[in-house]
């Protein structure tokens, strides 16, 4: 395999500094509540519905905020050089 393992300690630490940077960017750029969204079904690997849940809302409302809280994040994050879509991955 060429490049870096994606198993190795600086390969982990890169993806975790990326993550960080990811949920700080997130932090300031999205209203509360889609944050608060995106973090319970991401952060924290909650269903949509157990998401409606803890924010004592419907799955549908849950949905939109992650649907807007994605589109806003991926619309300051495109024009990142080290930003790339779900997919976009080698090979494809």
């Known amino acids: 395999t060429e490049g870096v393992d994606e198993a190795t300690p600086p390969a982990i630490l890169a ?3 990326a993550g960080a940077a ?3 960017s997130a932090a300031r750029l999205l209203p509360d509540r889609q944050y608060r969204a995106l973090w ?3 952060g924290e690997d909650l269903s949509v ?3 409606a849940g803890r924010m004592e809302t419907t799955p ?3 949905r939109v905020s ?3 809280a994605r589109l806003r994040l991926m619309d300051v994050w495109k024009d990142r050089e080290d930003w790339k879509p779900l997919g976009s991955g080698r090979g494809a």
């Open 15 to 17: 993806s975790q500094e």
């Open 49 to 51: 519905a157990e998401v």
């Open 60 to 62: 549908v409302q849950v």
């Open 22 to 24: 990811l949920w700080q």
């Open 66 to 68: 992650l649907h807007r």
């Open 40 to 42: 319970l079904r991401y």
